[in-house]
């Protein structure tokens, strides 16, 4: 009985206006209709990339005077930490050892003669140039994909990665291994100018 | 959803991969560096992402990045190719026969301070293997015209002679005695 009278108070159906969700659905219908037609997706996301390389610039031509005895090839990891993630990257680069020539005035090499021995004395062993990293060989190992290193990390990550090969590369044995060579050197070139008595070559430390 | 994606990456279990960090060579050279330029190249990168919708393009977004490079380019002598057949020693007077200058590239590095990035707010920034990827262009197109190669080459003869002069004067060589000359002569031709 009482469901009778439920029914019977039931409001006459009246006209109500599309939602938001019947006009998407729609929009969606005609798209894919003329997509249809056209043959072609009806929304495409292209990444359209320019890579540009400017023309070489030759800033400057400087004088070197730089004996190179060693050469070392390094690579080297260096890690920094984000917010939410650290990122890892691996260097390559030469450091090249030698003496700078220009170092002691202009009395670089030093020759003493005595009766028996010709003492040659040369400037200390250095790494010759503080630029040694070649970035196109630079690797990224691990980067979150959440976290994004500003100019500045990227730079920290860098630098500390040369400390690194300097402090593991520029160490007492190779400074040593560079001054024999440098012995050798310097020896065979005063010989071929003539010399034949007995020479003796020291490092100034 | 930040908390999650941040509890996410920050694994305390996880443990960090142990990379070697002592990798080097070494190898004896004799290379007498004598002239030196530094080069300047900008690589530039940009990415625009466009939606096509029914023939139509919009740009939704778009990121550019310009990258300055610092090429070190040296002249040398290698005095690995000098033996004692390049000296001709006479009574008074010493001829000196050098091989010609090489040129190599000793390092080619970032000036991150200079380094320009324009990112629209809601496009990824550029990431660290995205630069590493374009610095392989740093050495793109890297040529300069003969006169530049031929100054080059030219200041690192003068400088190799004025080293040698300076190393055979100081053991006891006269100055006007000693002639110093190259396998292929850039400063007489």
């Excluded at chain 1, 249809?36 to 990339?49: L, R, S």
Aim: aromatic share 10%; hydrophobic share 35%; net charge neutral.
């Amino acid at each position: 009985m009482e469901n009778s009278e439920q029914q019977n108070t039931v409001p006459a159906p009246q006209f109500r206006p599309p939602g938001c969700g019947v006009l998407l659905l729609l929009i969606v219908v005609v798209l894919l209709t003329i997509s249809y037609f056209k043959c072609e997706a009806p929304v495409k996301i292209e990444n359209q990339e320019i890579v540009d390389v400017s023309p070489t610039v030759i800033k400057q031509l400087q004088i070197r005077k730089e004996w190179c005895f060693r050469e070392i090839a390094m690579e080297e990891t260096s890690e920094i930490k984000g917010i939410t993630g650290s990122l890892l990257k691996r260097y390559y680069g030469v450091m090249r050892l030698g003496v700078k020539l220009d170092s002691i005035n202009e009395n670089y090499v030093q020759f003493y003669k005595n009766e028996q021995v010709l003492t040659i004395q040369l400037p200390k062993i250095e790494v010759l140039d503080d630029n040694f990293i070649d970035e196109t060989k630079t690797e990224t190992l691990v980067e979150n994909a959440w976290t994004k290193f500003n100019n500045e990390e990227l730079k920290r990550c860098f630098n500390q990665a040369k400390r690194k090969m300097i402090e593991n590369n520029f160490t007492t044995k190779n400074i040593e291994l560079a001054e024999d060579q440098g012995k050798t050197e310097i020896k065979r070139l005063v010989k071929s100018s003539g010399y034949s008595g007995k020479i003796e070559v020291e490092f100034i430390k | 959803m930040i908390l999650l994606v941040t509890t996410r990456c920050q694994n305390p279990n996880k443990q960090s991969v142990q990379y070697s960090d002592i990798i080097a060579v070494t190898q004896r050279v004799s290379k007498l560096y004598t002239a030196e330029v530094i080069v300047s190249k900008e690589v530039f990168m940009s990415s625009e992402l466009v939606a096509k919708i029914i023939g139509n393009q919009y740009n939704i977004g778009e990121k550019s990045i310009l990258l300055p490079y610092k090429i070190k380019v040296k002249a040398y002598i290698d005095f690995n190719k000098v033996g004692k057949d390049n000296f001709q020693v006479y009574t008074n007077q010493i001829e000196v026969n050098l091989p010609s200058p090489e040129i190599e590239i000793t390092s080619i590095e970032l000036d991150f301070d200079n380094i320009k990035r324009n990112v629209s707010w809601y496009r990824k920034d550029f990431s660290s293997k995205e630069i590493d990827s374009l610095s392989k262009y740093a050495l793109k197109g890297l040529q300069w015209s003969d006169n530049e190669t031929f100054s080059l080459m030219q200041e690192a003869e003068i400088n190799a002679k004025r080293t040698i002069t300076k190393i055979l004067t100081d053991k006891g060589w006269n100055e006007d005695n000693i002639e110093i000359i190259f396998d292929k002569n850039y400063i007489l031709n």
